[in-house]
Nanobody, 123 residues
Framework: QGHLVESGGGSVQAGGSLRLSCAAS????????MGWFRQAPRKGREGVGT???????TYADSVKGRFTISQDNSKRTLSLQMNALKPEDTAIYYC?????????????????WGQGTQVTVSS
């Protein structure tokens, strides 16, 4: 059984930056997709960005130009650099893994999920 462990959440003022990391272990798939999703209070879960084993990246329109997703394939580490943060970015951010490399940011049915890390942006 694989594991996803997120780190890097915290509190920041609007306009600031945070970097999230996710360490994946125990997944024996050569091809896959990993992504970041978030859920704000009283709202549904939404995709933030995904990257697959071929390096294909997808982003939600709300974060394009501000967030950058990257991965270290050798270490199965996923990162999310978040710049120009806004109060509406406040949410619990989840790392997810799926064996379908064609999954995209609107695919909310990823198979494996981390526990989440809180990001709070104050105005």
């Amino acid at each position: 059984q694989g594991h996803l462990v997120e780190s890097g959440g915290g509190s920041v003022q609007a306009g600031g930056s945070l970097r999230l990391s996710c360490a994946a272990s125990g997944y024996a798939y050569s091809n896959y997709c990993m992504g970041w999703f978030r859920q704000a209070p009283r709202k549904g879960r939404e995709g933030v960005g995904t990257i697959n084993s071929f390096g294909r990246v997808t982003y939600a329109d709300s974060v394009k130009g501000r967030f950058t997703i990257s991965q270290d394939n050798s270490k199965r580490t996923l990162s999310l650099q978040m710049n120009a943060l806004k109060p509406e970015d406040t949410a619990i951010y989840y790392c997810a893994f799926d064996p379908r490399p064609w999954a995209v940011v609107t695919s909310l049915d990823f198979r494996y999920w981390g526990q989440g890390t809180q990001v709070t942006v104050s105005s």
